[in-house]
């Protein structure tokens, strides 16, 4: 499975943008990207996924580089209950693997957002 | 209906004990998985069903055993525990990854303590 690397800890202040980055360098050609989060004690919330193409839904954006080695996500209005813990995943495919739907969770950032 | 719903939500068993852990989904999902996670790391995948089979084990000590009787519930049959085994235990499901690459639910999670 492609490992991937993000920053244990950052900061932002409320109302404000907070971009997390995640690198996954060894990510294959066909392998998704996925982010989720954790608020304290509760099952991970997924948020946004995606290939190769920069994608957006109603909780955040996801910027994929060209070279796919790395990724951001942004929280474009950073709340108070935005405050968890952030995975960044890379999610074997489908097909043709046998371990299509593995998922390895690295260790995550801890996203404090702040008053 | 977008709930992985998981019981029960605190379990303190005794080393001789067997209990069982329950999850339920309805929303159609093929795949179902559990994820154990100790204070302060990251969920680690355990077992993976697809289709109601067992597609992935990694490595769990048999005292863990699960079973997936039907498409909406799984199962986690705990016997002869030891003390490490505390932990938060995740339940989450999907489409089944073969079929096609969407995001996973999680539960709540049923927090163990093995005393």
């Known amino acids: 499975d492609a490992k991937t690397t993000q920053p244990t800890s950052m900061d932002c202040a409320e109302g404000r943008a907070a971009n997390l980055p995640c690198n996954h360098s060894?990510?294959?050609?066909?392998?998704?990207v996925y982010w989720y989060r954790q608020i304290h004690s509760q099952g991970p919330q997924y948020i946004i996924h995606g290939l190769k193409n920069n994608e957006t839904n109603e909780m955040a954006s996801l910027i994929i580089t060209e070279d796919r080695k790395s990724s951001t996500l942004i929280l474009p209005h950073a709340t108070l209950r935005d405050t968890a813990v952030y995975y960044c995943?890379?999610?074997?495919?489908?097909?043709?693997?046998?371990?299509?739907?593995?998922?390895?969770f690295g260790d995550g950032t801890t996203l404090t957002v702040k008053p | 209906d977008t709930e992985v719903t998981q019981t029960p939500k605190h379990l303190v068993m005794g080393m001789t004990n067997k209990k069982s852990l329950k999850c339920e989904q309805h929303m159609g999902h093929r795949a179902m998985y559990w994820y154990k996670q100790k204070a302060k790391k990251p969920p680690e995948l355990m077992f993976v069903?697809?289709?109601?089979?067992?597609?992935i084990n990694e490595s769990v000590p048999s005292r863990f055993s699960p079973e997936c009787p039907n498409s909406s519930l799984l199962n986690l049959h705990l016997h002869a525990l030891q003390p490490e085994d505390s932990a938060l235990y995740l339940c989450?499901?999907?489409?089944?990854?073969?079929?096609?690459?969407?995001?996973?639910?999680f539960g709540q999670g049923t927090r163990l303590t093995v005393v």
């Open positions: 069903y697809s289709y109601e089979k067992l597609s």
């Open positions: 060894t990510i294959s050609g066909n392998e998704y």
């Open positions: 989450a499901s999907s489409h089944d990854p073969r079929d096609r690459d969407t995001e996973a639910f």
């Open positions: 995943i890379v999610r074997v495919p489908r097909f043709p693997s046998t371990n299509a739907g593995k998922s390895t």
